[in-house]
């Protein structure tokens, strides 16, 4: 099993930044990719971003591109969402999930998910 907990959401203005962590525990080994999505009540969840444990390559959503930096820390077991430029559509659920296969964009592919940090940007 592998644990994940989310850390760092909370309220910004409009082009204001925030950074998310996400510090795993447990059978990390078992994962070689770790993902950002996000979820608003009622809508999809959507990709945002992931990061491959062995190499760093990282990988973002066109609405993430740009704004959004991924990283990771392999000897704290925790990923980092840095966000920049928030927009008032980036208000979300944002969860972070563990996936032992190279599919970042496709949630259905991460078996582990963290409980979800609450972002909102007021415009």
């Known amino acids: 099993q592998v644990q994940l907990v989310e850390s760092g959401g909370g309220l910004v203005q409009a082009g204001g930044s925030l950074r998310l962590s996400c510090a795993a525990s447990g059978r990390t080994f078992e994962t070689s990719l770790m993902g950002w999505f996000r979820q608003v009540p009622g809508k999809e969840r959507e990709f945002v971003c992931a990061i491959r444990w062995s190499d760093s390559n990282t990988y973002y959503s066109d609405s993430a591109k740009g704004r959004f930096a991924i990283s990771r820390d392999n000897a704290k077991k925790t990923m980092y969402l840095q966000m920049g430029s928030l927009k008032p559509e980036d208000t979300a659920i944002y969860y972070c999930?563990?996936?032992?296969?190279?599919?970042?964009?496709?949630?259905?592919?991460?078996?582990?998910w963290g409980q979800g940090t609450q972002v909102t940007v007021s415009s």
């Open positions: 999930a563990a996936s032992r296969f190279m599919s970042p964009a496709n949630g259905d592919r991460y078996k582990y």
